[in-house]
């Protein structure tokens, strides 16, 4: 069996949408997986067991230059990728009128294109992509993200899916050179809404400094690098604090670093839930009463995880609260 998969980003979708290939290698073994997503993402996903082929769709890229010629042939150039192979299934998980289009260009079996065919709560849905597959397979509206695309695929290819979802990925061991351990602070999201206060994150890594911990920052623009500096200049002033910022990094390294830490705190953003994939001890805050479609939920096996909300944001002592009982479950 040769299944495509068209999820194009963003990163906390993509990531949400990893289980499938598990799933689908587990009722097949012997099927052959592509997955079709922006570049930006590829690097992750070439890091899933059971992938046979990642194929870069631009289209972002694309649309800010699409009258040149570069383009025109780029374009031809991934259309005749698509076709080059004839798959069984290719299924749509993104439900967008951009995925369908980019899943009609496939050469499948007939009746064989799958998709959405109805919104679920908080999700992106175009009414267009529904006639753009020969089955629009219909989805409880309240739904976790991860399971959404889940029920989904078990759906469109006939099998039952259980267990915990397994996220299949491969990390490369980083050298250790600190006797601390360590805890990420992901502090950076897309969103201003979704941000946890500076001052907060500050106190925060007192508390964890305190405990022998030692904090590291990502950050991946410029936004995030003057937010980074903020923290740790607050941390600075605490005399036995260790802090890092980490520098701008290609999304398999953060992978790679974010692998190496012992724990995550980190706000709704895809490095959060990066954390999640990676069976990491982790708090996740939410702003907003999202975090039952997102966030990490015991039936998922995620006992050492915990998504906490709060209004406007949540409190620390809430936070602290819920590190230490996650903790606790990691060691268990």
Not at 204 to 226: H, K, M, S
């Amino acid at each position: 069996m040769r299944v495509l998969l068209v999820k194009l980003s963003s990163l906390g979708d993509v990531v949400h949408t990893m289980p499938v290939v598990h799933d689908i290698a587990t009722a097949f073994p012997a099927a052959r997986i592509d997955w079709v997503v922006e570049p930006a993402f590829a690097p992750l996903l070439r890091r899933i067991q059971g992938i046979a082929e990642v194929i870069e769709c631009p289209l972002r890229r694309w649309r800010r230059r699409w009258w040149s010629s570069a383009v025109r042939n780029e374009w031809r150039a991934f259309r005749e990728r698509l076709q080059r192979e004839r798959y069984d299934a290719v299924i749509d998980l993104q439900g967008l009128t951009k995925s369908a289009l980019v899943a009609r260009l496939a050469r499948v079996a007939p009746g064989r294109r799958h998709g959405l065919g109805n919104a679920t709560e908080g999700s992106g849905f175009e009414w267009p992509a529904r006639w753009l597959v020969d089955n629009a397979i219909r989805i409880e509206p309240r739904i976790h993200a991860l399971d959404r695309a889940r029920v989904l695929t078990a759906k469109a290819l006939g099998y039952s899916h259980q267990g915990r979802p397994e996220f299949g990925l491969r990390t490369v061991a980083l050298p250790v050179k600190q006797q601390r351990p360590s805890v990420a602070f992901v502090h950076g999201t897309s969103r201003d809404d979704k941000l946890w206060p500076i001052e907060n994150w500050v106190k925060l890594g007192e508390r964890f400094t305190d405990g022998g911990w030692r904090i590291v920052l990502p950050q991946g623009n410029a936004a995030e690098q003057t937010r980074a500096d903020l923290i740790a200049a607050g941390l600075q002033r605490v005399g036995n604090a260790q802090v890092e910022v980490w520098p701008s990094m290609m999304i398999d390294a953060a992978l790679d670093h974010l692998a190496a830490t012992q724990g995550v705190v980190g706000v709704d953003s895809g490095l959060s839930h990066m954390a999640v994939a990676l069976k990491l001890p982790h708090v996740q805050l939410y702003n907003h009463a999202t975090a039952w479609r997102t966030g990490p939920l015991p039936e998922h096996g995620m006992r050492h995880q915990i998504a906490i909300e709060g209004r406007p944001t949540p409190e620390l002592e809430t936070v602290w609260a819920a590190w230490n009982r996650v903790l606790e479950a990691a060691r268990a």
